[in-house]
Every structure is written in structure tokens, then in C-alpha cells.
């Protein structure tokens, strides 16, 4: 007989592997933060936080009900969060888009 119990929270994927999935397709959370105009987004690996899960979905090619689904149960809260989130665009690139876009360059830091 089992004891061990399934809870929501053990169904969304675990920090280390969204650390190591962005690092596969070679970008990072400090990376996709600076991109969008944020000095940092590790929270989002704890803590509820849409626009920052909204943009390292994107990274991963999935959505971030996939990644973090224990965080998209209620719909009433999301909906508040959807409301209070700062308006950002976001949309999940297409096969064909993927293909064309070509890697950012890298910010040259002023000395």
C-alpha cells in the first residue's frame, strides 16, 4: 500500500528543469528578463507571477499552464492576475516563425 500522496504543486515542473530546459535551447532567466525590460524574473520559479510565466513559456515553445498548472486552477485568480499583470505581448510563435527569426545579438555593456 502507498502512502505517498499527489499533490498540484508536485505536477508543475520542477525549478532545476525549467533552468535546464531554457538552458538547452540556449537562453537563460537572466537572458529572457533583460530582453523584456525586467534586472531579473528567478521568482517566477517559485512564486505566481503571469507576465514572467508568460515569457518563459514562450522560450520553451509551451504554454505556462503546462509548466505550472497547480497555478491555473482556480480561474478566478488568474483572472485577477490577468487584470493587475502589466500588458505585455506574448504570443506563442508559429512553426514558420521559428525558422526565420534570427538570435538577438547581445546588449554591449557601456564602460
Given amino acids: 500500500?502507498?502512502?505517498?500522496k499527489t499533490t498540484p504543486v508536485q505536477e508543475d515542473m520542477h525549478p532545476a528543469d525549467v533552468i535546464a530546459a531554457l538552458h538547452k535551447?540556449?537562453?537563460s532567466l537572466r537572458?529572457?528578463?533583460?530582453?523584456?525590460?525586467?534586472?531579473?524574473i528567478q521568482r517566477v520559479l517559485t512564486h505566481r507571477w503571469l507576465a514572467a510565466e508568460q515569457l518563459v513559456a514562450k522560450a520553451l515553445d509551451t504554454s505556462p499552464q503546462a509548466l505550472w498548472p497547480s497555478r491555473y486552477l482556480d480561474p478566478l485568480d488568474r483572472a485577477l492576475a490577468f487584470r493587475q499583470t502589466r500588458k505585455i505581448a506574448v504570443t506563442m510563435p508559429q512553426p514558420a516563425d521559428t525558422a526565420q527569426s534570427r538570435p538577438r545579438a547581445p546588449a554591449r555593456r557601456k564602460r
Wanted: overall charge positive; proline content about 0%; cysteine-free.
Fill in 1 to 4: 500500500m502507498s502512502t505517498i
Fill in 25 to 27: 535551447r540556449g537562453t
Fill in 31 to 40: 537572458k529572457i528578463a533583460h530582453e523584456n525590460g525586467y534586472s531579473h
